[in-house]
């Protein structure tokens, strides 16, 4: 996700994931005709800690040379799949032809899969939305068919169409269709807020992995929650404890989550850029928080992020609260 999973909220992340489990780990969409210039050890996007298996960048592109470069040098940076974005619908990509651009051309689509499998020594997905309603099955069905014959190693579909950009409701029966429709993992994403959610969406739909987007990124521990559910070690470093479940509870590790997200990001970015990704972190996830709108003027208020950790811990000497939904607006 654009400005949410770089590797200091990943890295704030994977402390909850329970220590039997695998997850897979998005990057921020990356550009594939910037990726072949760059330095990926500090381009901010691109940044990696030591330790980081599961990482699966996502590429933006319709080009087979900025592709075939792009894919070479992820898969040297350490990239165990490559996932292409089929989904992004701002102006810049629709003018580009890429990203949900894609989509209106089922052909060509397939071809920028063939592309870069051919061009990959790992598996590669591709992150897509809805064509339409659940009336209009079969197009998309045909998409990802074509898309399948091309290479495609698994599909994650987060059906709300282009129009819908990421307002309302997803339409999990498509999710369902889909997973029943083929033979290859189906991932869902959309509207998964809670641990609830994420039980539901693999009940209720059957796809093999459901993936969370802003939920996720304001309660990293519902991996952890999830883990109680399905009977997992908790994470390392939290044997014998339970994870945060109660209002309060949630609201005081989001405060704790943010101390280290904003350590870490002035240690991965410098001040400048760490105070920009934490203020856009907060203004985000904060609105599952009570008090989230005053959370967001202190991050704005804070001229440094040690000043911004100190304004940070007072808040959350308060007790918060969080909620467990909230209406999806950004
Ligand atoms: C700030 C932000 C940035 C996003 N960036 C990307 C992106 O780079 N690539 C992508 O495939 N989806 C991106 N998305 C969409 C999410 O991956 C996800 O499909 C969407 O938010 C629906 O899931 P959710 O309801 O769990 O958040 C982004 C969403 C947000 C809120």
């Known amino acids: ?3 949410l999973s770089h590797v200091a909220l990943r890295e704030v992340m994977r ?11 998005p990057t921020e969409m990356l550009n594939s005709r910037r990726i072949p210039n760059e ?9 990696r800690a030591a330790y980081e298996p599961g990482l699966v960048p996502q590429i933006l592109g319709n080009d087979e040379e900025a592709i075939a ?12 799949a490559i996932d292409i974005n089929m989904g992004c619908p701002v102006q810049k990509a629709l003018k580009h032809n890429y990203g949900v651009a894609l989509m209106g051309d089922p052909d060509y689509a397939a071809e ?20 339409g309603s659940s009336k209009e099955f079969d197009e998309l069905l045909k998409f990802v068919t074509g898309l399948r014959n091309s ?14 950009k990421r307002r309302g409701w997803a339409d999990w029966e498509q999710i369902r269709q889909l997973h029943q429709a083929v033979d290859f993992p189906v991932i869902g994403n959309g509207d998964v807020q809670t641990v609830e959610d994420a039980l539901a969406m693999l009940q209720d739909t059957g796809c093999d992995m459901a993936m969370a987007g802003r939920g996720l990124a304001a309660r990293p521990w519902m991996m952890w929650q999830l883990g109680e559910e399905l009977g997992m070690a908790p994470p390392k470093g939290r044997e014998g404890q339970k994870a945060p479940r109660t209002p309060l509870e949630e609201g005081a590790e989001y405060g704790r989550c943010l101390i280290k997200l904003i350590q870490l990001s002035r240690q991965y970015f410098g001040e400048n850029l760490a105070m920009r990704k934490v203020r856009f972190y907060v203004r985000t996830t904060g609105v599952w928080l009570d008090f989230g709108n005053a959370l967001y003027g202190v991050s704005t208020k804070a ?8 304004m940070v811990l007072k808040f959350f000497e308060a007790p918060n609260e969080m909620c467990a939904r909230t209406e999806l607006r950004q």
């Open 1 to 3: 996700m654009v400005g």
């Open 15 to 25: 402390e909850y994931l329970p220590a039997d489990a695998f997850t897979i780990w």
């Open 39 to 47: 330095n990926l050890e500090t381009t901010p996007e691109t940044m």
């Open 69 to 80: 470069l792009s894919v070479k040098r992820l898969v040297e940076w350490g990239a165990e």
């Open 112 to 131: 920028v899969v063939r592309i870069t499998v051919k061009n990959s020594t790992v598996p590669v997905s591709v992150k897509l939305r809805a064509v």
């Open 151 to 164: 290479g495609a190693s698994w599909i994650c579909l987060h059906p709300r169409t282009a129009a819908q």
């Open 303 to 310: 001229k440094t992020t040690q000043e911004m950790e100190e």
